[in-house]
């Protein structure tokens, strides 16, 4: 409202600075007009009677100016003034609503009431009445029934006034609006009053008071309804906090259970990782114990070795040793020779196989010095077979060799112990007489050989096995009373060493052909 | 023809006579030492053609320290280690200073004069020579080395008179022997990569300090032996060309 107010209030500035500027009568008409309009709505009627002054007789404002002058004088009760402008304009209303015409017929009406001028006034309320009789605005209806009704009451016209009054009444009683319906049953009431029909009088105000109470009770259910809407809103502003609250609730639980899962997969994580690491430790132990639990087994074995194997030939030594001494001092000289070449031959012995001890000791604690070269093969063999001529010699064993030359690349130290243990082998299993051959090359499918052949008494189909197998025996396996020596467990693993094998052929009494492939 | 001169260093003085005895039966002159300190003073005071080092001299590697001070002095002779040492540690420690070759104990005497020639062939570069195939040798700008039944022998290149192709072998012309050699002249000349020795003919490689007189005419060369050795056009043109003094 203050907004309109505003903006009227700027418009009337505006068209006052305008009316200043301008120069024709119709420009100035139509700012007047805009004055007196603009003050006609805010309620500066004897302003707005001013400017409507303003405007020129002619033009087309006329009918506007007298009504607005009507208007505006009606409302300051100069009343005769009204009547004259209003008059005025019904005299030129042959183009204007009827609406307009019935308001304008209304005023009318009521101004001579006011005025006592009962018949003019009547006659103005007849012609609104007749105006209206065919719309169906209920209100405006009703409002001259109401008027026209009232006026007729007010000069005793009864006759006249009561039907109306009725039909107001019943016309409102249609009508919704329970304010017209108090209002036309008060008039009935007052009526019935003024007639002496008290009992329908009273039955008017009970209904009037009924009306009202409704009209009450309307704004009370208005009332009720509000005061039911806030506390819906504040039950709704209530839910949606607990809503919230619920929501709010929620999310610290979804972030608490995040957390927390989160928490139990590191924890699992931790968990796997520590279990992995202990099975990786255990597994670690577990190889540590079994190669503990070999060398163990590689220790008690060469524990046996020189209890057994080397204790007695010592001993033996020793007991020559002191034959000799014996024999020295009897100056037998024959006997003296007899007994050094048992002692050499002993000693000689036992020096092969302590050297066997001591390559196994150190291919087992993985200290042997493993370096293949390349070297000429017919030179090595040559060279072992250099230590075997005398012994060969002494026991009549032919000793015969074909060397083909060929290079090797291998570690040379370890063939050469697995080659002197072969030919110590077989000169050891070859009766005197016997034969012994060497030889050395190529294969077919290139690779290197040496073949050491004897024609002894063989070794027995079971041992034949056991010896075949060594290559993958472990020495924990071995069981030493079965008679399988270090020597053959130490050629078995060297020649593994050097990506080699060892193929042995035997027939007992007849020989045994030990083939040695290299790469 | 020269034996070989062999430093020992063994501190067991039984065991160094006998290996002394034995390689002096097989024409290697031996001077032994029993401690590093006069191992170190006999290589300052003659020239030796190998060095042989036991590792273990009274309980300590000092084997392996003579090597090292040897390198530190820079004595460029060939040598090898003698061990019954087979451990690893031991083993790349030794391997540090660079022998020639190892000889494990036990050994026998085959496997030392064998492992001697390796240690020879190998020092020069030229392995799988006379290790291989005994007729062949080591041939360096100074001694040629051959064998001679189952010893190595030396012999000093400036004592040559001159070297000429026989079928597949060369003959090796002093003023008091000839030696044959399993080698062709080229591989000779390669070897040899002497600059007094210059071809003379498709066959012939004579000292350029052996000779007595050129007959360019008569494509003869006359040496102080008063041997005569043919002189081809070819390999006069290019002689003529490198000796100014000649024209």
Partial sequence: ?519 | MKTLNLLLLEDDKEDANDLADFLNENNYDVMISHNINQTERLLKRHSFDLVVLDIMIDGKPDGIAMAEKMNELGFDIPFIFLSSMQTKILYEKAKHTKPVTYLIKPYNELELLFTLELAIEKYFDQANSISFDPQTAVLSPSYIFIKKRKSLMKVDVSKINYIEVQDKYCQFSLTDEDFLVKLSLKKVKELLSNPDFIQVHRNYLVNINKINEIYLEDNLIVLDSKQNIPFSERHKANFVKSNHLLK
């Fill in chain 1, 1 to 519: 409202m203050s907004r309109f107010n505003c903006n009227y209030k700027s418009r009337h500035s505006n068209t006052a600075k305008a009316l200043l500027t301008a120069t024709t009568q119709s420009e100035k008409d139509l700012l007047n007009y805009y004055q007196s309009f603009s003050a006609l709505k805010k309620k500066l009627f004897k302003k707005a009677i001013e400017c409507t002054y303003n405007i020129s007789n002619d033009t087309i404002f006329k009918n506007h100016k007298n009504l607005t002058l009507g208007y505006s004088f009606l409302k300051l009760k100069e009343y005769k003034k009204a009547i004259y402008h209003y008059e005025l304009w019904l005299e030129n209303s042959e183009f204007e609503s009827k609406r307009k015409k019935s308001i304008v017929l209304h005023n009318l009406g009521t101004i001579h009431n006011i005025l006592n001028n009962h018949q003019i006034s009547e006659n103005y309320f007849k012609q609104e009445f007749e105006l209206i009789k065919n719309k169906k605005d209920t209100v405006t209806q009703l409002n001259s029934l109401n008027a026209l009704a009232n006026l007729y009451y007010g000069q005793y016209k009864d006759d006249l006034a009561i039907p109306l009054f009725i039909e107001a009444y019943e016309l409102a009683k249609a009508y919704s609006d329970f304010t017209w319906k108090e209002s036309t049953t008060l008039n009935m009431a007052v009526v019935e009053k003024n007639r002496e029909n008290y009992q329908a009088s009273n039955q008017y105000y009970l209904e009037a008071y009924n009306w009202k109470d409704s009209i009450h009770n309307r704004d009370r259910i208005w009332e009720l309804t509000e005061k039911e809407k806030e506390v819906a809103v504040a039950q709704k502003e209530l839910e949606i906090a607990v809503e919230k609250e619920k929501v709010k609730r929620q999310k610290t639980q979804r972030n608490a259970l995040i957390i927390g899962i989160s928490f139990l997969f590191i924890f699992i994580l931790v968990l796997w990782f520590f279990y992995k690491q202990r099975t990786a430790q255990n597994k670690l132990i577990t190889q540590q114990k079994e190669d503990l639990a070999a060398a163990n087994k590689t220790k008690d074995y060469l524990f046996s070795v020189v209890s057994h194997d080397l204790r007695s030939p010592i001993n033996t030594l020793g007991k020559l040793h002191k034959r000799l001494v014996r024999q020295i001092k009897k100056e037998d000289l024959e006997a003296i020779n007899t007994t050094n070449n048992k002692a050499l031959i002993l000693t000689e012995s036992t020096y092969k196989l302590l050297n066997n001890v001591l390559s196994w000791s150190l291919e087992q604690s993985k200290q042997m010095v493993f370096v293949p070269t390349e070297y000429p093969l017919h030179n090595l063999v040559e060279h072992v077979l250099y230590d075997f001529k005398n012994i060969a010699l002494a026991r009549n064993i032919e000793l015969d060799t074909a060397l083909e030359e060929v290079n090797i690349e291998v570690d040379i130290e370890s063939i050469k112990i697995v080659i002197r243990n072969l030919v110590d082998n077989a000169i050891k299993y070859t009766p005197e007489g016997g034969r012994i051959k060497v030889t050395c090359g190529t294969t077919k499918d290139h690779k290197k050989f040496v073949r050491i052949k004897d024609n002894g008494i063989g070794i027995h189909p079971k041992n034949l096995e056991k010896i075949r197998n060594l290559k993958d025996l472990s020495i924990d396996k071995i069981d030493r009373a079965e008679g399988v020596g270090l020597g053959m467990i130490l050629c078995q693993t060297l020649i593994k060493k050097n990506q080699g094998e060892i193929k042995i052929e035997s027939t007992l009494e007849k020989g045994s052909k030990f083939t040695i492939l290299l790469p």
